[in-house]
């Protein structure tokens, strides 16, 4: 079993930054590509960024595109979402999560489409002044 967990959510004004951790642990193959997803009140999720094993392969939602920054440290099982410009449309509760199987998973267009074997419980991000 993989065990996610997000940190690092908080309130913060609007214009302003903050970065997610999701660390991983139990059955950390190193060939999962990692998600970031996020769900606001009322809202359905959305998928915001997919990074590959190496980090050489990103994938960014048009609504976060040019603020939010996903990266890896494999030495530390960890993603990392360096969240920019945020507007208070950004607050939601932000997951990490895992697809198992495809290998090239966020490569694809529809990288958010495909089943997720794996969830954190989540992070709160409010953006309030």
């Known amino acids: 079993q993989l065990q996610l967990v997000e940190s690092g959510g908080g309130l913060v004004q609007p214009g302003g930054s903050l970065r997610l951790s999701c660390s991983a642990s139990?059955?950390?193959?190193?060939?999962?590509?990692i998600e970031w997803f996020r769900q606001a009140a009322g809202k359905e999720r959305e998928g915001i960024s997919c990074i590959s094993l190496s980090g050489g392969t990103t994938n960014y939602a048009d609504s976060v595109k040019g603020r939010f920054t996903i990266s890896r440290d494999n030495a530390k099982n960890a993603v990392y979402l360096q969240m920019d410009s945020l507007k208070p449309e950004d607050t939601a509760v932000y997951y990490c999560?895992?697809?198992?199987?495809?290998?090239?998973?966020?490569?694809?267009?529809?990288?958010?489409?495909?089943?997720?074997?794996?969830w954190g419980k989540g992070t709160l991000v409010t953006v309030s002044s």
């Open positions: 999560a895992v697809h198992r199987g495809i290998t090239n998973l966020c490569a694809y267009r529809s990288w958010a489409s495909y089943a997720k074997h794996f």
């Open positions: 139990g059955f950390t193959e190193n060939y999962d590509n």
